[in-house]
T-cell receptor, first 110, second 111 residues
Framework: RKEVEQDPGPFNVPEGATVAFNCTYS??????FFWYRQDCRKEPKLLMS???SGNEDGRFTAQLNRASQYISLLIRDSKLSDSATYLC???????????FGAGTRLTVKP | DVKVTQSSRYLVKRTGEKVFLECVQD?????MFWYRQDPGLGLRLIYF???????EKGDIPEGYSVSREKKERFSLILESASTNQTSMYLC??????????FGPGTRLTVL
């Protein structure tokens, strides 16, 4: 079993749709969680952190479910520019063991 | 803005060649990382470094070595390239473990 698993997609949604991705992790000692965004043929960039209480940044909402060991990313009112691959990142207790998911590809169509 | 640069965007080498991939960051970050990214496997850590002349193995160090002689520069070396090392190689740097800033990547093809 992979340490961090994501549905690879692709998720194809129309503009304006709401879409959600999940990411499951196997290490119960994981402490820190993040979402990165990677555009086609570009490097990954930090999108947002995921806090225990959940957090929102504009159209993006991230949530953590420790009991079930998954994090989620919700995108409301999808834009064409949201098309990218979304990588979840899980860091274990010592903050040095960073694990990336393989990514979920999103395509927003007009 | 943090800038992480990599020496080449595309590289083609032959089996058995020695390959050097260079990475330079301009933000005085202590931490530097080398990953490879393959379809369906995500980012896998090859080596990382928390200080000059210091290196630690990641998850897949076999067939690779690294060098960090200066704080801003972290080099990845393939001693004898093989076809299964064809991949996208990404360098990253950070002050904290999670805020990693990535370079543009080097797409290496080994024939």
């Amino acid at each position: 079993r992979k340490e961090v698993e994501q549905d690879p997609g692709p998720f194809n949604v129309p503009e304006g749709a709401t879409v959600a991705f999940n990411c499951t992790y196997s290490n119960s000692a994981s402490q820190s969680f993040f979402w990165y965004r990677q555009d086609c043929r570009k490097e990954p960039k930090l999108l947002m952190s995921v806090y225990s209480s959940g957090n929102e940044d504009g159209r993006f909402t991230a949530q953590l479910n420790r009991a079930s060991q998954y994090i989620s990313l919700l995108i409301r009112d999808s834009k064409l520019s949201d098309s990218a691959t979304y990588l979840c990142v899980v860091i274990a207790y010592n903050n040095n063991d960073m694990r990336f998911g393989a990514g979920t590809r999103l395509t927003v169509k007009p | 803005d943090v800038k992480v640069t990599q020496s080449s965007r595309y590289l083609v080498k032959r089996t058995g060649e020695k390959v050097f991939l260079e990475c330079v960051q301009d933000m005085d970050h202590e931490n530097m990382f080398w990953y490879r990214q393959d379809p369906g496997l995500g980012l896998r850590l090859i080596y990382f470094s928390y200080d000059v002349k210091m290196k630690e193995k990641g998850d897949i160090p076999e067939g690779y070595s690294v060098s960090r002689e200066k704080k801003e520069r972290f080099s990845l070396i393939l001693e004898s390239a093989s076809t299964n090392q064809t991949s996208m190689y990404l360098c990253a740097s950070s002050l904290k473990a999670y805020e990693q800033f990535f370079g543009p990547g080097t797409r290496l093809t080994v024939l």
